[in-house]
């Protein structure tokens, strides 16, 4: 369930048409979002922060690969602007810089996660289509409610 609530989420915040809205209104209005901001705070909140300990580690991975799979997606997609796609591809490339630091600052478990991720976003760089979770889950009828 937390990958498709998260799925809903971060589709809703990183779909393309919304993301070249929120660049156009922060071009006439600097005191608006920006969409380098939107993206600063959804990895802040996910792909950069600690994953935490017990039973959320799960959740957390699943909702940075989510998170990662909607970046690449809004990337590949012909309804993003130049400049939307300019801006997720800066945040991406950050992410090909932090992941590694955040593998070897990790053991086991999350290391393996971060490694993957790191995997799939060069290879997905390279050649549009890669995803982490290549089968989203579906969300259940009568959801959300």
Do not use: C, W
């Amino acid at each position: 369930m937390a990958e498709v609530l998260s799925r809903h989420t971060v589709s809703t915040l990183l779909n393309p048409e919304r993301l070249n809205r929120v660049d156009q209104a922060f071009a006439r209005d600097t005191e608006q979002l920006s969409v380098e901001d939107l993206l600063d705070r959804l990895l802040a909140k996910t792909l950069l922060k600690s994953l935490p300990s017990g039973d959320q580690t799960s959740i957390a991975m699943r909702v940075n690969a989510v998170v990662l799979d909607g970046m690449l997606q809004s990337l590949e997609s012909d309804a993003s602007a130049p400049e939307v796609k300019a801006m997720l591809r800066m945040k991406l490339d950050y992410l090909l810089k932090q992941l590694p630091r955040k593998e070897k600052r990790s053991s086991g478990y999350k290391a393996a996660h971060y490694g993957q991720l790191q995997t799939v976003l060069e290879q997905a760089l390279k050649q549009a289509g890669g995803r982490v979770i290549s089968k989203p889950a579906k969300m259940p009828p009568g959801s959300p409610i």
